[in-house]
């Protein structure tokens, strides 16, 4: 997991190559390579946190997207992945940007990977915030729904960082200037991940 | 302190009587997200982003929040086990509610009955109780309760928007109010609906003026027909204020409509009067 905090953004062409390395397209059907399953879970996380470094106003590198889309087709399906949503966000990002097929009623992984999910998502949303007609994907709108909602009727509720990041989320769409608040550390990851260790 | 940020965003959204429909529609999808924080904040005690946030859903109506995303969080809060202060957040809210669009609205009517009971009363859950009832008799009236019909004898005072007391004088209403053979809940009723604010829908408008012609009839009606001429009264002054005075709140009125509503209420007095002369 080391990877996750310690990666270069640059290195994002790689964690493409390795996770289209781990799954196998049939017609719209992605699934694991049998053995790959933890390797395209980590190789998806941190393709999500490389995206939520890179410069959105310069867009994701022609390479990042041409080498996803040569894969995976825009109306892939990610039903049954161990890393389903995540894949579902990456993919939302890169392709298919209203995410309408995306449903977060299922989503309810461990507090660790949540924690930091929220954190990329957060980040995202702050990065392409800068762009012109630039817009809070409604996908990622939903994902605050559901996670907030979690927080009013879990117990116990998911952890505050994620409450924290979806409000972030929020207040993006609504034009607060929240540019004084906390911003985006990479030290939230490791928090997340609970290593405590500077980055 | 993004939360605070948030609420004062919500102020400034409602703001600007022109624009703000536009702007809390736009937002609608973020402010959908936020409707659950909203009410945790609530269940922590602080009540300042809920004020803030009910200012943006009165002010926009129905359009200010995709309720349907948010249906399975109303049932949870109108639960009988939630705790009582997220069922006052929940009725506080339930007049801009689709009711009509849910999948399991029936159930979801008898929850929100049964959570108005449960919260103390204030002149504002009033208000929000009764502006929900009449939407729902205007629409699906089999499933409302028989003991709710009682709230009309609270008289909550309703706002210049209230899409209740709009919608709650079709005739299917007043002809429901008026099988409950109750004199005082009929009453009460015309009492809320007749609002300087507010034109009677046409037809219900008629089955008005036949129940003050056969339930308002005899000399033990006076009291009645003193209270509901009181109150044609009280709407013949505000109506005097002018086209200006209402365009402050609806903007989109016309001098047409205030006419309008100027001969319905004139006509219902003239019929009180006559039932009273003939008493």
């Known amino acids: 997991m080391d ?12 964690y493409v190559d390795v996770l289209l390395n781990c799954i196998d397209v049939k017609d719209d059907r992605v699934t694991e390579r049998p053995g790959s399953e ?38 892939a399906n990610f039903e049954g992945l161990l890393c389903r949503f995540t894949m579902s966000a990456i993919h939302a990002l890169l392709v298919s940007h209203k995410g309408n097929w995306l ?43 559901h996670s907030l909602s ?50 | 302190m993004v939360s605070w940020l948030i609420t004062q965003k919500l102020g400034e959204m409602v703001k600007d009587a022109d624009t703000r429909s536009i702007m809390i529609h736009s937002k609608r999808k973020a402010l959908t997200a936020l409707f659950p924080y909203v009410v945790l904040r609530v269940k922590e005690g602080d009540y300042e982003m809920f004020k803030a946030f009910l200012r943006v859903v009165r002010s926009s109506g129905r359009s200010g929040l995709m309720w349907f995303y948010i249906e399975p969080l109303l049932s949870a809060l109108l639960d009988e086990k939630t705790p009582t202060p997220l069922k006052w957040a929940a009725i506080l809210v339930s007049p801009h509610v689709p009711w009509w669009q849910f999948e399991d609205g029936e159930r ?20 929000s109780v009764v502006d929900t009832l009449l939407q729902i008799a205007s629409w699906k009236s089999p499933t409302i309760p028989a003991g709710m019909w009682s709230w009309l004898n609270m008289r909550p005072s309703l706002p210049p928007l209230c899409s209740g007391r709009y919608w709650g004088s079709r005739e ?11 004199i005082e809940t009929l009453k009460s009723y015309l009492l809320l609906v007749w609002s300087e604010w507010d034109f009677l829908m046409p037809r219900g408008f008629d089955e008005m003026c036949t129940s003050i012609q056969e339930d308002f009839r005899g000399e033990e009606m006076n009291r009645h027909r003193e209270d509901l001429l009181r109150r044609l009264g009280d709407i013949r002054v505000e109506l005097g204020r002018g086209l200006e005075y209402f365009q402050r709140d609806k903007p989109e009125l016309k001098k047409e409509s205030l006419g309008l509503r100027q001969d319905q209420y004139e006509k219902l007095k003239e019929i009180l009067l006559e039932v009273g002369g003939e008493a």
């Open chain 1, 3 to 14: 990877m996750i905090y310690f990666f270069d953004p640059q290195l994002v062409v790689i």
């Open chain 1, 38 to 75: 933890q390797a395209a879970r980590a190789a998806s996380m941190c393709l999500l946190r490389a995206l939520s470094c890179m410069d959105w106003a310069a867009m994701v590198g022609e390479d990042v997207f041409g080498r996803y889309t040569s894969t995976i087709p825009s109306s």
């Open chain 1, 103 to 145: 449903d977060w009623t299922d989503y309810k992984p461990h507090p660790t990977e949540y924690v930091f999910f929220a954190n990329a998502l957060d980040d995202i949303v702050r990065a392409r915030a800068s762009m012109v007609d630039s817009k809070v994907p409604r996908w990622v709108l939903r994902f605050a729904l």
């Open chain 1, 150 to 199: 979690m927080s009013l009727s879990q117990d116990p509720p998911p952890p505050t960082p994620i409450t924290t990041a979806c409000l972030s989320i929020i207040a993006v769409d609504l034009w607060c200037d929240i540019s004084s608040t906390s911003s985006p550390t990479p030290e939230r990851y490791a928090n997340a991940l609970g290593c405590g260790r500077p980055f």
């Open chain 2, 108 to 127: 979801l009517i008898r929850l929100w009955a049964d959570a108005s009971s449960a919260v103390p009363y204030m002149d504002e859950v009033g208000q």
């Open chain 2, 172 to 182: 299917a209403v007043v002809k429901m109010v008026r099988a409950l053979n109750d």
